[in-house]
């Protein structure tokens, strides 16, 4: 893996399997994602912010593969040694991505590991019952273990008063800070990315097709949205946190942007051959938008002070 992200702080190998499990795994045979029957699938979405509305399963590039909505990505990593889920999108879509994922022709026991990007019930708040169908190990940022494990989110969330909380999640382990998650040769780079909420997180992994490798980033939100009390100019806010995200996207090796709500990044239209999707500029120019709104949400903070 040609990383260029080189964090500071320690990469963490976490072995997800033992090579004694791996064993095990391959003796059990954990099947790879074929494609979905398209006849048997939603036409096309009515709208693409609806949270909920299904859409069928898409394969994304290589292994990797499209399971989640109309309007909230999630995302299947195939590997023979276990496949890996990030995100699950709302409680209320929870049957729409287990059958998405059923359509690929895999287990839902074969799901190992889910990870996710941040942690509001649009992107996560199906996690506890994909869990518990899955009897997957789900890793998590240290500082949101306890929000996962409680299903309340803490106040220093930006949009607290605004969220509505999720089902308590069971089997949370935490990891380090861009850690790399590795699974058989599978390996997953943790992108820390607070800001949008205080554990955002992105993801980066190669896929190949043939010998054609590309780097995909499923970058967390960048968005500076926050309840009416919540002010990102001040001091304690998660404001810095957001700019270093932007910039960490921003310098990320990136040939495949994902986004946890596809229109941020084109992403269905661009699954469906309708626009490139292969785009390695794609990820600059989101940190860079995503700046520039922290920047805009700033100025018009205190323009609202100064009045
Ligand atoms: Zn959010």
Same mark, same amino acid.
């Given at each position: 893996?040609?990383?260029?992200?080189?964090?500071?702080?320690?990469?963490?190998?976490?072995?997800?399997?033992?090579?004694?499990?791996?064993?095990?795994?391959?003796?059990?045979?954990?099947?790879?994602?074929?494609?979905?029957?398209?006849?048997?699938?939603?036409?096309?979405?009515?709208?693409?912010?609806?949270?909920?509305?299904?859409?069928?399963?898409?394969?994304?590039?290589?292994?990797?593969?499209?399971? &989640?909505?109309?309007?909230?990505?999630?995302?299947?990593?195939?590997?023979?040694? &276990?496949?890996?889920?990030?995100?699950?999108?709302?409680?209320?879509?929870?049957?729409?991505?287990?059958?998405?994922?059923?359509?690929? &022709?895999?287990?839902?026991?074969?799901?190992?590991?889910?990870?996710?990007?941040?942690?509001?019930?649009?992107?996560?708040?199906?996690?506890?019952?994909?869990?518990?169908?899955?009897?997957?190990?789900?890793?998590?940022?240290?500082?949101?273990?306890?929000?996962?494990?409680?299903?309340?989110?803490?106040?220093?969330?930006?949009?607290?008063?605004?969220?509505?909380?999720?089902?308590?999640?069971?089997?949370?382990?935490?990891?380090?800070?861009?850690?790399?998650?590795?699974?058989?040769?599978?390996?997953?780079?943790?992108?820390?990315?607070?800001?949008?909420?205080?554990?955002?997180? &992105?993801?980066?992994?190669?896929?190949?097709?043939?010998?054609?490798?590309?780097?995909?980033?499923?970058?967390?939100?960048?968005?500076?949205?926050?309840?009416?009390?919540?002010?990102?100019?001040?001091?304690?806010?998660?404001?810095?946190?957001?700019?270093?995200?932007?910039?960490?996207?921003?310098?990320?090796?990136?040939?495949?942007?994902?986004?946890?709500?596809?229109?941020?990044?084109?992403?269905?239209?661009?699954?469906?051959?309708?626009?490139?999707?292969?785009?390695?500029?794609?990820?600059?120019?989101?940190?860079?938008?995503?700046?520039?709104?922290?920047?805009?949400?700033?100025?018009?903070?205190?323009?609202?002070?100064?009045?």
């Amino acid at each position: 893996m040609n990383f260029q992200i080189r964090p500071l702080l320690l990469i963490t190998s976490i072995a997800i399997l033992s090579h004694t499990q791996t064993a095990n795994a391959n003796r059990i045979g954990i099947k790879m994602p074929s494609e979905p029957k398209l006849a048997s699938a939603p036409t096309a979405c009515k709208s693409l912010d609806d949270w909920n509305e299904p859409t069928h399963a898409r394969r994304i590039y290589g292994n990797t593969w499209y399971v &989640g909505t109309c309007g909230i990505s999630v995302v299947l990593i195939a590997t023979p040694n &276990g496949h890996v889920l990030i995100d699950s999108a709302p409680e209320k879509a929870s049957e729409a991505v287990r059958q998405n994922i059923l359509s690929l &022709g895999v287990k839902l026991n074969d799901i190992k590991t889910i990870l996710i990007t941040h942690e509001h019930h649009d992107h996560m708040g199906g996690l506890a019952s994909v869990q518990a169908a899955t009897g997957a190990k789900v890793l998590s940022r240290s500082n949101i273990v306890d929000v996962l494990k409680s299903g309340k989110n803490d106040r220093r969330d930006p949009q607290f008063n605004e969220l509505s909380g999720f089902d308590p999640v069971a089997n949370v382990h935490a990891f380090e800070d861009a850690s790399t998650i590795t699974i058989g040769d599978k390996k997953i780079q943790h992108l820390p990315m607070s800001g949008h909420a205080p554990g955002g997180s &992105g993801w980066t992994w190669q896929e190949c097709e043939k010998s054609v490798c590309k780097n995909l980033v499923f970058a967390d939100s960048l968005g500076s949205i926050s309840d009416a009390t919540y002010r990102y100019s001040a001091p304690d806010s998660l404001a810095n946190a957001l700019r270093e995200s932007s910039q960490l996207v921003a310098k990320t090796t990136c040939d495949i942007l994902i986004t946890g709500h596809g229109t941020a990044s084109n992403l269905l239209a661009r699954l469906d051959q309708k626009a490139p999707l292969i785009d390695p500029k794609a990820c600059l120019i989101y940190a860079e938008r995503g700046a520039q709104a922290l920047l805009n949400r700033l100025t018009q903070e205190k323009s609202e002070y100064n009045k």
